[in-house]
């Protein structure tokens, strides 16, 4: 199995570690061609906005959209979970994202990079809680019917989501040690 990480900015580095740590190949996409060969994608944490608009640059939105459209296993963390939403809260006008899954992403919903934080979760398809860090995370709102949520906060704040092939959190695992979730994706 070979795992493709989109590597225009942000924590991709860190995704690519973990699957290679556990035994999985990746391959960092940058262009269309990238995406031959590939079976699953993972989204990186970053900006959205920014990653947004360097896969409108590097041709990519259109063709990883198809893929994602197509069934190809996704997942989005953070940033990455932004640029899957249908729609964007508190984002800019302009920015161009996937709108592949039925959910909406709230920008910085828990503030500033100082107000980043780390906290263990319960979530459905793990047998312990997971240690999660946020980073100016977004938080998930409004899932469609067809979307199931795994994860939330002691508030009742959503922060990771599934629709069939497609998962997003609004945290990193990729910043743990822990590759429960990492795992959890490649069974999807």
């Known amino acids: 199995m070979t795992v493709g990480v989109l590597a225009l900015q942000g924590a991709f580095i860190e995704h690519e570690a973990m699957l290679t740590r556990i035994g999985v190949e990746t391959r960092q996409i940058r262009l269309p061609r990238d995406l031959d060969g590939i079976e699953r994608l993972i989204l990186p944490g970053g900006e959205s906005t920014t990653i947004g608009k360097l896969m409108v640059m590097y041709d990519l939105l259109i063709p990883l959209r198809d893929r994602i459209n197509a069934g190809m296993p996704v997942w989005g963390t953070c940033a990455g979970a932004i640029l899957m939403s249908r729609r964007i809260v508190d984002g800019r006008p302009d920015q161009p994202a996937l709108q592949v899954m039925d959910i909406e992403s709230r920008r910085n919903a828990f503030g500033s990079q100082l107000d980043s934080f780390e906290t263990d ?65 490649l069974t999807i």
């Open 121 to 185: 979760i319960t979530m459905i398809g793990l047998d312990a809680p997971f240690h999660t860090v946020f980073i100016r995370a977004p938080i998930i709102e409004n899932p469609g019917p067809s979307c199931r949520i795994l994860a939330q906060l002691s508030d009742g704040r959503i922060v990771a989501a599934q629709q069939n092939h497609m998962l997003a959190t609004s945290f990193h695992p990729e910043l743990t040690e822990d590759d429960r979730i990492h795992r959890y994706f």
